[in-house]
């Protein structure tokens, strides 16, 4: 732990660096953009927000949309997945599908969500879960595929049934795998929620950041944008954690998006 | 890519099951979902209008312009970082930071300070898809032999040599491999920017047919936009193919 935090100090330093270099250049007046804060007004602009509940508020309300599409995106993706990585006739039938489905930018959605669900939290989560459910898919397909062959002979010779060798072996065999769809998953039901929330859903982060961007009032819209970036940390920080102590080797597994 | 045709006609089997029940399902008039043969309708109204090709064309050229950046600013800063392991430790929490930052939140902070247009566009979009291309260009700096590089320096081969022979050749399939990865995250950043700036393209096209309530012109042009994206990434991944196979493999 020690070591690793000297490792980190020099990195940690050039951040703080470069903010300092933000505040002196604006402060001082060297750089002078009309909408370009400096990070004490950005400070102090959040502990406003803060202090009058809305943005503990709209971090909420965007947190909570985004685990929510990520628990929907985490039954049906992983449904999907096992089923296409556990029967060889539904995967030559769904495949292809899949794969245009997962390739249309998720993006152009947020518009069809809108004509059919209104400017409401079903048209953010409906979109969040949908971009989520395909790394989680995927990578539940991946991780179920790789799992040695060895394994599920040793399940035949212990002659354990189809039930207990998929509970029993192959599941946490491929479990490294599947947490890093999970993982990529809840990263994108984060992004597609916020950017839901700008286009469509006048609630949370999202809307905040457009709604201080059009008050102009940049400091407010910076600390707002900052949340977002930490909020992103946290729960990504917060999974890996989790993964790590449930399965040790997730650290080593690379993932498909 | 080379399954048998059987195979792939198997496997549109649900996709084009499920349009056909919509086709048969929907009434042509219906308001939240008009059936395919509307959006066909609606497509060849705004062929005719003269604002679907305008659209597209500005879209696939911010999409080609933020790429070609990303590509070369994303190579430069893999190079550096990867070969400078001091660099590494002192960038990477601010370049976490960055990585991890939802590219949605960065674009009204863009429009303020570079005010709407084609450069706000592609600085928001190389910012988000940088990054796939830095860390595997640095992965790929990190997997050149060693000795590759101690002769280099035995020989005393003058550093733009090292960078343009030796370094460029041995890292450019996992640039190529990056911009792969870069090239969806692209995409959606490019319809995101259109979407929320309302500048022209295909984006903001679709955003306007939302708003006006237009549904049978939104599934046309999220159909539009799918066939662009597919077509995009055919031509990256077709770029890698043609490369890889001229160069050694990755790994």
Known sequence: MRAELRHHAGGVLVGLAFVGLWQGAVSSGVVHYQYLPAPDAVVAAGVRQLRDGALLGAAGHTLVSALIAWGIALLVGGALGMGMALSAPLRALLTLSVDLLRTLPVIAFVPIAALLFGLSRTTEVTVAAWSALWPIAVNTVGGLEGVHARLGEVGAVLQLGRARRLWAITLPAAAPLMLVGARLGLGLALIVTVAAEMIANPAGLGYEIVQMQQALRPDAMFAYILVVGVVGLALNAGLQQAAARAVPATQTAGGRS | ?251
């Open chain 2, 1 to 251: 890519m080379n399954a048998r045709p059987s195979r792939v006609a198997l496997g549109l089997v649900p996709l084009v099951a499920g349009l056909g029940v919509w086709q048969l399902l929907a009434t042509s008039d219906s308001p939240y979902a008009p059936p395919p043969s509307a959006w066909w309708q609606a497509l060849t109204q705004m062929q005719e209008a003269g604002t679907l090709l305008p659209a597209v064309a500005s879209t696939l050229e911010t999409v080609a312009v933020a790429l070609a950046v990303a590509a070369v600013l994303g190579t430069a800063l893999g190079l550096a970082i990867g070969s400078v392991p001091a660099l590494q430790r002192a960038l990477g929490p601010t370049m976490e930071f960055w990585r991890t930052m939802p590219p949605p939140a960065i674009v009204p902070a863009a429009a303020l300070l570079l005010g709407l247009g084609r450069t706000m566009a592609v600085v928001v979009i190389v910012l988000a898809a940088v990054w796939p291309i830095v860390l595997n260009t640095v992965a790929g700096v990190r997997a050149i032999h060693p000795v590759l590089l101690e002769s280099t320096r035995v020989l005393h081969v003058p550093p733009r040599t090292r960078v343009l022979q030796v370094l460029g050749p041995a890292v450019l399939p996992w640039v190529l491999l990056g911009l792969r990865v870069a090239t969806p995250v692209c995409i959606i950043v490019t319809l995101l920017v259109e979407m929320l700036t309302g500048s022209a393209g295909v984006g903001a096209l679709l955003l306007q047919a939302e708003r006006d309530f237009l549904s049978a012109q939104a599934f046309a042009l999220l159909v539009v936009v799918g066939l662009l994206g597919l077509a995009i990434n055919l031509v990256v991944l077709s770029l890698d193919r043609w490369v890889m196979l001229r160069r050694p493999p990755r790994r």
